[in-house]
């Protein structure tokens, strides 16, 4: 019962703010959108270009930059070398390695650690991309003024938990996350033809 007085509520508290904005659109609501418009169409036509001329996303173009200016000595370290979580940048890295244009590789500076790296492929490649959107981004981000960073901060997180989407994954943008579903499937065939081998041997 309180589930869907609560739905019910939200869907008052919805269409009464639709009607508000039909009525009255505040001139900082159109700023806004415009903004969010403009650097969502930058990122776009930037993914877009590195798709079409050297059949990689935005994200792994975005990496491929960060690993030419140095190896990583970790995955955790690529993560805040683009200011996005461990787990997309993994993606990212495994479809790099696929394309062998990244490679794990024993550190130079301790041979017990592994380290990700540009292969030659990888390398070339890397000298003929354009600087990605997202590095414009960050460096945008960086020249703005302390107070100036933290209230858009807060200003983005209330947006996110307006549009109840404060639980979805942070992923890099437009690289696409595997399914569970694709995923699952990937490990059912690897343990099939594990066991097919077990079984020949």
């Not at 589930?3 to 703010?17: E, H, Y």
């Not at 130079?108 to 600087?131: C, H, Y």
């Not at 307006?162 to 399914?179: D, Y």
Request: proline residues 5%; without cysteine.
């Amino acid at each position: 019962m309180v589930a869907n007085l609560s739905r019910n509520g939200k869907s008052r508290t919805r269409r009464s703010d639709r009607r508000a904005l039909r009525v009255s659109p505040r001139p900082d609501m159109v700023a806004v959108m415009d903004a969010l418009r403009r650097v969502v169409r930058a990122l776009r036509m930037s993914a877009r270009a590195a798709e079409r001329r050297f059949g990689i996303s935005g994200a792994q173009l975005f990496v491929l930059e960060k690993l030419a200016e140095a190896p990583a000595p970790s995955v955790d370290d690529l993560a805040g070398r683009t200011l996005t979580d461990q787990s997309s940048v993994s993606i990212v890295v495994t479809r790099l390695e696929a394309r062998r244009l990244v490679v794990r590789r024993p550190s130079e500076e301790d041979a017990r650690r592994v380290e990700i790296a540009l292969t030659p492929a990888g390398r070339a490649l890397a000298r003929r991309l354009p600087e990605p959107a997202q590095e414009r981004l960050i460096m945008a981000l960086r020249r703005l003024r302390p107070a100036q960073l933290r209230s858009l901060a807060r200003g983005l997180a209330a947006l996110v938990r307006a549009l109840e989407v404060a639980a979805e994954p942070a992923g890099m943008f437009f690289e696409e996350r595997p399914s569970t579903r694709r995923v699952e499937a990937r490990r059912r065939r690897r343990r099939g033809n594990g066991h097919r081998r077990a079984l020949s041997s």
